[in-house]
């Protein structure tokens, strides 16, 4: 079956514009994580949504991130005035139930967002 | 903050050799996994340990969670250049559906 999307792949943008990252999860998977990775490092966790809330954004570095998810499927990343330091990797991950042992996250490959 | 600190962060061996990677925090996990990242990709589960002192097998490589759960280790046998990826232990908390990382292990498997 489908595994998940991240749309777009790679995005180059200037600073100070916004942007919009994409995640399309497994379906059926109520439970949706971003992550965010520099070259060759761990996960630094973002976010995450139950369904539509999100019991957990301690993670979002700035007030210039935000994330929803509607519908219980589809997130949205939004990052408003970019800055240099928020060139990375961006990757979602989902799975069939927050918090269980036996539902390991699904990532999606990530969009590389590079702010020049 | 629950923090998972892995050692080393790089490893390059030559291929036959063996080689342990640990994961190490000062909170207690009600879990704790394991995945591999290829360039490109997302990190792929290999384990998922639950239970205090638990070992489990994947044909040459052996993970191990402390007594205390509060560390895990990943142990390889005979590396392989197949085995090259990044590794990454995550912990997770059953009152919560956060899970951490740790920063990764890249290990480099030469022929």
């Known amino acids: 079956g489908a595994g998940v999307s991240q749309s777009p792949s790679n995005k180059v943008t200037e600073k100070g514009k916004d942007v919009e990252l994409r995640c399309d999860p497994i379906?059926?998977?109520?439970?949706l994580y971003w992550y965010r990775q520099s070259l060759g490092q761990g996960l630094e966790f973002l976010i995450y949504?139950?369904?539509?809330?999100?019991?957990?954004k301690s993670g979002l570095p700035s007030d210039r991130f935000s994330a929803e998810r509607t519908g219980g499927s589809v997130s949205t990343l939004t990052i408003q005035r970019t800055q240099q330091e928020d060139s990375a990797v961006y990757l979602c991950?989902?799975?069939?139930?927050?918090?269980?042992?036996?539902?390991?996250?699904?990532f999606g490959n990530g969009t590389r967002l590079t702010v020049t | 903050t629950q923090l998972l600190e892995q050692s080393p962060q790089f490893l390059s061996i030559q291929e036959g050799e063996n080689l342990t990677v640990y994961c190490n925090s000062s909170s207690v996990f009600s879990s704790l996994q394991w995945y591999r990242q290829e360039p490109g990709e997302g990190p792929v589960l290999l384990v998922t340990v639950v239970t205090g002192g638990e070992v489990k097998k994947l044909k040459r490589l052996t993970f191990q969670f402390g007594d205390a759960r509060k560390d895990s280790s990943l142990h390889i046998t005979a590396a392989q250049p197949g085995d090259t990826g990044l590794y990454l232990c995550?912990?997770?908390?059953?009152?919560?559906?956060?899970?951490?990382f740790g920063q990764g292990t890249t290990l480099q498997v030469k022929p």
């Open positions: 995550a912990g997770g908390s059953s009152n919560t559906g956060k899970l951490i």
């Open positions: 991950a989902s799975s069939r139930l927050a918090g269980s042992y036996n539902s390991p996250l699904h």
């Open positions: 379906s059926g998977h109520t439970a």
């Open positions: 949504f139950q369904g539509n809330s999100a019991p957990d």
